[in-house]
Each structure stands twice: as C-alpha cells, then as structure tokens.
C-alpha cells in the first residue's frame, strides 16, 4: 500500500500532493457542465438554497473565479472532485460550460478530498460528518488513529462524532435540522434508554435548554436511577426533575404573555438572562414591533 498522506492542510495541497505531476495535471479548460458527473460519494447531502442563490448571483456578475476539480472517467465525463456548490449554481444559471481543472487522483481519495473540503469549509452538519466518517472506515479499513492522520483531526474527535450514529433516528434529523447542537447530543447519549433520549431532546428543543441545563438535568435523572425504572415511569421521572422556573419569572412570563399575545420565555442564569419572545409569521413579528414601538 502507497504511503498515506495527511489531508489536514488544505484543499490545494491536497490536490498537489506527491502523487500530482504535470503529467497527471492537464491545463485548465471550460468543460461542458453536461459531461461533468457529481460525486456519488458527495458527504454532504444538504445544501441551502439560498446560500446556492447568493453564490448564483455572484457568479453571474463576475463568473467562476475558481475552477472546478475534476477527474477523468472516460468517455468524455468527467468526475467531480471538488466545487459542488459552483457546479450546483452554475446548473441554476443554465451555463454551458464549467472551467474545470483534470487531476489523475485515485478513486480511494475522492470521498477524502471531498470531506476535507467540507470540514474545512464547515459546510457539514454533525450528522453528514458521521456519516462520512464511518463511509471511510468501512470502505478503506482505516482505524479512527489512521484516519484522525489523515483528517488532521484528534481521535477523541472523530470518536464522538461517529457515537452520534448511536442515537435514535428522530434525534438525528434534529440534529440536521440544527434544532439540536452537538454539545446537546453528547450530552443526551449520556443516557442509554432511547425512549428517554427521545424525550429529553423534546423537552430540550420545546424549552430551549443549554447544554449546561441538560447535564444538569442528567445528573438528576440518574440520581433518580433511571437505569432502573421501567419506560412506562419515564414520564414521571422527567417531571420530577425537570428543572423548575423561580415563580416572579412564572407570573412576568404569564404578564408578557397577555400583553404580546404570544409565548414568552425568561432564562436566567446568575445574574444574568434573556427574554425570548415567539412569533410564527412576518405579521406577527410587525405586530410585536409596533407594540414595542419600533418604526424603522
């Protein structure tokens, strides 16, 4: 087996490492988009509209300023290695042509290249960022050491992330959906039952609680040996510990109520806190302004 590279430094150098040479690096070219073919093994699956729309946008004003990588799979197609949001905007422009630059790289490196990119960019959820983790563990036997070298990342790291693959599938889509942050799942696989992850990532999102609320939270549910009590008790347990509001903020909270319309929630800690005030459409939020006395 070839010595294995580090990933970790960047998209170019990965792409230039030791196994480019100009032989294996053809001239930049505009390529027809309709023979350029996306990447199957892409780690990212969602991409935002409007983030494609603002980069539409730019390009048709100043067009593709960095060329899209590529490799050769005969027949005239090309492989997409890196640039999938400039492919996906240039798709929405009805462009003709792509400017792409052909690189001899190995198939086994493609998920790699494409998922440093993404790191580095930040452009994967935890969830995506698991997914391809164990994609390449189980493709190409890596241990998680070999492939924290590579990624350039610490072991613990990777660890944690594929542990997110343990929790349940409804927990996940939270997650995706950034309704959850990854300190609340590492706190929420603090606990076994699944039933009662479930629960608990419910009362998260429905009370907005911070990670330190939920470790809190936790503590208290296994003083209360949640192991031990049959899931039909779990109800009753949560209600036990749920962490309760000081009454001045319960009967504030009921006045803001009345007086907006709407929900509203205090969170304190310490000395300090915040007021979060809900509203579910652009006439709502108007309304709120004009009772605040906001005219801008």
Do not use: C
């Not at 992850?197 to 936790?218: C, F, H, P, T, Y």
């Amino acid at each position: 087996m070839s010595e294995r590279r580090v990933l970790g430094k960047g998209l170019s150098s990965l792409i230039s490492g030791s196994r480019s040479s100009d032989a294996a690096s053809k001239v930049y070219f505009e390529a027809n988009i309709d023979d350029v073919v996306p990447n199957q093994n892409q780690p990212r699956k969602l991409f935002d509209k409007a983030s494609i729309d603002e980069l539409a946008a730019s390009i048709e004003e100043k067009g593709i300023l960095q060329p899209l990588i590529v490799r050769e799979m005969g027949g005239g197609k090309y492989e997409l290695v890196a640039g999938e949001r400039r492919y996906r905007a240039a798709k929405l422009l009805h462009l003709k042509t792509v400017p792409v630059i052909v690189k001899d790289i190995d198939p086994q490196e493609i998920l790699e290249l494409a998922l440093i990119e993404n790191i580095q960019r930040q452009d994967l959820n935890p969830i995506e960022e698991a997914l391809a983790y164990k994609e390449l563990l189980g493709r190409y036997q890596y241990t998680q050491d070999e492939l924290a070298k590579r990624l350039g990342k610490d072991r613990s790291s990777i660890a944690n992330t594929l542990r997110l693959l343990k929790l349940p599938e409804v927990i996940r889509s939270y997650i995706i959906a950034g309704q959850l942050s990854m300190g609340h799942a590492r706190t929420i696989l603090g606990i076994d039952n699944k039933e009662l992850q479930e629960k608990l990532a419910d009362e998260i999102i429905k009370n907005g609680m911070s990670v330190r609320e939920v470790e809190e939270w936790i503590r208290k549910l296994k003083d209360e040996g949640i192991n031990e009590k049959p899931a039909g008790d779990h109800n009753v347990t949560l209600e036990v510990v749920r962490p309760k509001k000081e009454n001045k903020f319960l009967s504030v909270e009921e006045s803001l109520k009345k007086f907006f319309r709407t929900k509203v929630q205090i969170k304190s800690v310490g000395q300090k806190g915040k007021i979060i005030i809900y509203f579910h459409n652009p006439d709502e939020l108007n309304g709120l302004l004009q009772q605040m006395g906001y005219s801008g």
